[in-house]
């Protein structure tokens, strides 16, 4: 399933409001909507617990971007499904992201599997079998052309891709940016999650919510979680 796209603009003013990433916004927006579609299927928010997703990392240097092939490492991120005000949840994605990539998890997964890649294939399988029980998704953005594109002489007007999904991982979040818009979608095991798009019509909302807040708020350092919940509260009354 795939969600209405968003304008980019307004991804770019929210993260700017908040000094975090676009990157952060999103997956912060992604995790609310796994929240919400949990809550919905019972599950209690205070025992909610956190789940891993498998992040690719691009590492080819820019003046090497137009090569083909794939230069990315791995990391392992912990969405905090937990954390309930939605504004907490954007620091701790973003306190999360920077400490992975101050980390030096991703160029170690490039070594690891581009070693892999030279085995046989008796070892491999295991080998990402184990890999795959660590995490539950795998989460990737990919900032595509801001311009628009042409085929046949139409104007290509939506674009979406599905992340490859490897060993026992059932939930895929693909998100990419094309010509001032961010398309999202989920690829899910049926066994798992049987309506990917229970999940995607709740994405528009949670991103709504750090709009909201990012045009209410002071922007005089860090805005503390209580004023947004605050507001929130206040706006859905």
């Not at 919905?40 to 003046?63: C, F, M, Q």
Request: with cysteine; hydrophobic share 45%.
């Amino acid at each position: 399933a795939w969600a209405e796209p968003l304008s980019l603009d307004e991804v770019k003013s929210v993260s700017k409001a908040f000094g975090c990433t676009v990157n952060d916004v999103l997956i912060a927006a992604v995790t609310g909507a796994f929240r919400q579609y949990m809550i919905s299927a019972g599950d209690d928010p205070e025992s909610l617990k956190d789940i891993r997703a498998t992040v690719p990392v691009n590492l080819r240097p820019l003046e090497h971007a137009l090569e083909l092939g794939n230069h990315f490492g791995l990391v392992f991120l912990s969405l905090p499904l937990s954390v309930d005000n939605p504004l907490d949840r954007l620091y701790a994605v973003s306190d999360r992201m920077n400490e992975l990539k101050s980390s030096k998890q991703a160029a170690v997964t490039l070594g690891f599997l581009a070693a892999l890649g030279l085995g046989p294939s008796a070892v491999q399988k295991p080998v990402l079998d184990v890999l795959s029980q660590k995490a539950t998704a795998v989460l990737t953005n990919v900032p595509g052309p801001q311009q628009p594109l042409y085929l046949a002489g139409s104007q290509l007007k939506e674009m979406m891709f599905w992340v490859p999904q490897n060993g026992n991982i059932g939930l895929g979040i693909s998100i990419l940016s094309y010509n001032g818009k961010v398309f999202f979608g989920l690829i899910s095991d049926y066994r798992l999650v049987s309506e990917p798009s229970a999940i995607i019509s709740r994405f528009k909302r949670e991103f709504e919510k750090l709009l909201y807040l990012g045009m209410m708020l002071p922007l005089e350092g860090r805005p503390d979680g209580k004023s947004a919940e605050n507001l929130l509260n206040n706006a859905l009354r």
